[in-house]
């Protein structure tokens, strides 16, 4: 078959599956599809071919989505469950987390120790273990921030329906297939890098060998993230071929021959799949090599091309939901892309190496732009040169020294075997984290528009062209085409008001039309409590971290004008820090007094360190924003009380009357109806709902036609208080709820605004 056959082919299995489960991706691609075979003039067979594929593939990618059913049931009367653990088993800090099988599906258990020498105990748990257990199951929650990671989709992906809540252990015992053993392997190889690597290179030496990146630190995997060569710390072809091509030499020296060399190499391929957790990229790229072996022992002349095509063929048939894979699609888009192109781009480059390298990493990143932003909200600018010198790097220096130095510790223990290798991966991380710290070197994007994608995939395809064609001029385009996006961003002609979802919690955004301003009303936050050292987690839950900044960024939010945070309270200056750390702020707006809060004084010392002005604010204070600008109506003295001395704003936005109370309390709504004579189209509820808050009078003056609550779903203190919601029902307010409905959403655009919930 020819080369285009086989890309058709891919094609046609892609649009089938996305037309099955995703059916305006599906339809583009259909579309793309069929306009290649027409202009290209391809004969009967071809055609017949693709629409056989895309007619399969829809109907095996139905079949997938209708039979993919749970078996097990919330109301289930029996809470002891007899499961068998599947996976290596996640212990960080007091909790213990694994896949398990129960009846034959997959759940994910949840296990909370109760002191450090049952934590010890739980070590022994490995792949293959059978238990019994008391425990409940709960489903997962669903997304309630917009454009964020969607962990129960992600789950349902994989065919993962429930959590089991485990109350108790009764017992276990050991048991397991060869599966179970090669995972039981892994795990051994983790642990021994664990206990005989240095700490700084722990992380990066699990990623690189096995394909584990939970080790590896944040702030490392920030920068990586940042340059554009986190890639590097998966397991790429480059990877699997150089430990193939060491076997296969190793083998040949030691007399086997190349017949048997290469079946014990494909069997080491089949095994490392296994051993590396199964990552896309270790099965895209061991399958390829499988599929060349085995094209070699036949009459069939297999091309890289025509492996990586099949490889994806079989992969998408025996799962479509893999389609949906960040990582599955970053392997295959940019491993098509650079294999399309070896004989055209890159085959004009042949002649200097940089400069092959140059076109290699501007095909890859260019190939990632879509899925990138698409996933993450931004792109690494700097990733165009950076990649020139990392890739090589890690290829030719840091990937060898791995594989040497962790089979040398299995061999000498002298710690000297060790001090290269560490200085060089400490150095490198040094030098990341710098690099990554300068101005311009990520791009936000936000998370873009299905049509928006689109026109970036046909723009790399014109620009791909170009460079065939050798008129590099074509990439001038693309990079109009992406001002325009980032204008647009900035430029919209509409305004949002988003109660972003932080669970017990406040953080409220407001972004108006035409760039007239972009204002942040708390950051959220988490209460943390003092812990055993043995209790404490390698990698903690941050809402400014892992919630108000990705949000953000989805928006293609860069610069917020004012952050306001309203009094000192953790659930509401929490997050703060986050967002001054990854957005630009202009200026901080505090309560008069709340410097003397710990945590409002941590903020405000970042804050100049970064020269950001921070301000004391209250009544009269205002500025200008939509319409008649807002207002700062309380606090109206300088003695910092608490909740009381929140700071209230009350504003003009998309033609309605809105007033922000923070966690203003009675005795603040006393003094506020003393002042003012204000009515309010919306109202976001004082104190999370608290039935100190919205009394009857307030609420007789205010008049509200709408009401936003924000608190966090099942918390402990019972917000909202049911004589709160009774009090706002009885008056024929509409209540949303951010426990219950998620991230509140007001859109305005020309002379129209409509409130929508990101859960009904």
């Not at 429930?162 to 048991?175: A, E, P």
């Not at 584990?212 to 890639?231: A, Q």
């Amino acid at each position: 078959m020819s080369r285009g056959l086989y890309l058709y082919l891919a094609l046609a299995v892609l649009s089938g599956t996305l037309l099955a489960l995703q059916v305006h991706w599906g339809a583009s691609i259909l579309v793309l599809l069929l306009f290649s075979l027409y202009f290209r003039k391809t004969s009967l067979t071809p055609i017949l071919l693709a629409v056989f594929f895309t007619i399969f593939s829809f109907t095996n990618a139905h079949f997938h989505q209708t039979h993919q059913k749970t078996k097990l049931s919330q109301q289930t009367t029996a809470h002891t469950f007899q499961l068998t653990i599947k996976d290596i088993p996640s212990i960080d800090g007091n909790s213990f987390n694994s896949l398990v099988r129960i009846r034959g599906e997959k759940v994910l258990s949840r296990y909370y120790f109760t002191s450090e020498e049952e934590k010890r105990a739980f070590q022994q748990l490995k792949p293959g273990f059978m238990c019994e257990v008391e425990g409940e199951l709960t489903e997962p929650s669903p997304n309630k921030n917009p454009n964020l990671f969607n962990y129960k989709e992600f789950l349902y992906y994989q065919g993962v329906y429930w959590f089991l809540d485990i109350k108790k252990f009764k017992g276990c015992r050991g048991r397991g297939s060869w599966k179970d053993a090669l995972i039981t392997l892994r795990f051994k190889g983790l642990k021994r890098i664990e206990q005989s690597f240095p700490p700084s290179t722990v992380g990066v030496t699990q990623a690189l060998l096995f394909g584990e990146t939970g080790m590896i630190k944040e702030d490392t995997m920030k920068s990586f993230r940042e340059l554009g060569v986190v890639h590097l710390l998966a397991i790429s072809g480059l990877h699997v071929g150089l430990l193939f091509a060491f076997l296969h030499h190793f083998l040949l020296r030691a007399g086997v021959t190349r017949e048997a060399a290469s079946w014990v190499g494909i069997f080491f391929l089949l095994c490392y799949i296994i051993l590396t957790g199964g990552s896309p990229s270790v099965v895209r790229a061991s399958s390829m090599l499988i599929v060349l072996l085995l094209g070699k022992k036949t009459s069939l002349n297999i091309s890289v091309f025509d492996s990586l095509a099949a490889v994806f063929l079989i992969l998408v048939l025996y799962e479509p939901f893999s389609v949906f894979n960040a990582g599955f699609q970053l392997s295959f888009v940019v491993s098509f892309s650079l294999v399309i192109s070896s004989r055209t781009i890159l085959k004009d480059a042949s002649s200097s190496s940089f400069r092959q390298m140059f076109m290699v990493t501007i095909v890859a990143q260019l190939s990632s732009l879509p899925i990138v932003i698409h996933h993450f909200y931004e792109f690494s600018l700097i990733g165009f040169l950076t990649n020139l010198f990392y890739i090589p790097l890690f290829s030719a220096i840091v990937l060898p020294m791995a594989i040497i130095v962790y089979f040398l510790s299995s061999i000498v223990t002298a710690g000297w075997v060790m001090v290269p290798y560490k200085t060089l991966l400490e150095g490198i991380q040094w030098l990341s984290s710098e690099v990554s710290s300068f101005p311009l070197s990520t791009l936000v994007m936000g998370r873009p528009h299905f049509l928006l994608l689109l026109c970036y995939l046909i723009l790399i395809y014109y620009v791909f062209a170009g460079f065939e064609r050798k008129k590099y001029l074509s990439g001038v385009l693309f990079i109009v085409f992406g001002s325009l996006h980032l204008l647009w961003n900035n430029f919209h002609p509409y305004g949002e008001v988003v109660f972003i979802d932080v669970g017990q919690g406040d953080a409220t955004l407001i972004d108006l039309p035409y760039n007239r301003g972009t204002f942040l009303i708390d950051a959220g936050g988490e209460i943390h409590f003092p812990e055993e050292k043995w209790e404490e987690k390698g990698s903690t839950f941050s809402v400014g971290e892992d919630i108000v900044v990705p949000f953000l960024k989805s928006k293609g939010i860069t610069r917020i004008d004012t952050l306001i945070l309203t009094h000192g309270d953790l659930d509401h200056v929490g997050g703060a820090e986050a967002v001054i750390d990854e957005v630009k702020v202009r200026e901080i707006l505090i309560s008069p007094g709340s410097m003397g809060k710990l945590e409002v004084g941590n903020i405000v010392k970042k804050a100049q360190s970064k020269r950001i002005s921070v301000k004391e604010a209250m009544y009269p204070t205002s500025w200008r924003g939509d319409e008649e600008g807002l207002h700062i109506v309380s606090p109206l003295d300088t003695a910092y009380e608490g909740n009381n001395d929140s700071i209230v704003i009350y504003g003009d936005i998309g033609f309605m009357k809105w007033l922000f109370t923070g966690d203003l309390e009675e005795e603040g709504e006393r003094e506020l109806l003393k002042t003012f004579d204000m009515q309010v189209d919306v109202l976001k509820v004082g104190h999370h709902g608290s039935n100190t808050s919205s009394t009857e009078p307030f609420l007789e003056e205010a008049s509200p036609d709408f009401a936003v609550i924000s608190a966090g779903e099942t918390n402990r203190f019972g917000h909202p208080h049911p004589d709160v919601v009774k009090r706002l029902t009885t008056r024929g307010v509409a209540i949303y709820n951010t426990a219950g409905n998620g991230a509140i959403t007001y859109r305005f655009w020309d002379k129209e605004g409509t409130f929508s919930a990101q859960l009904p």
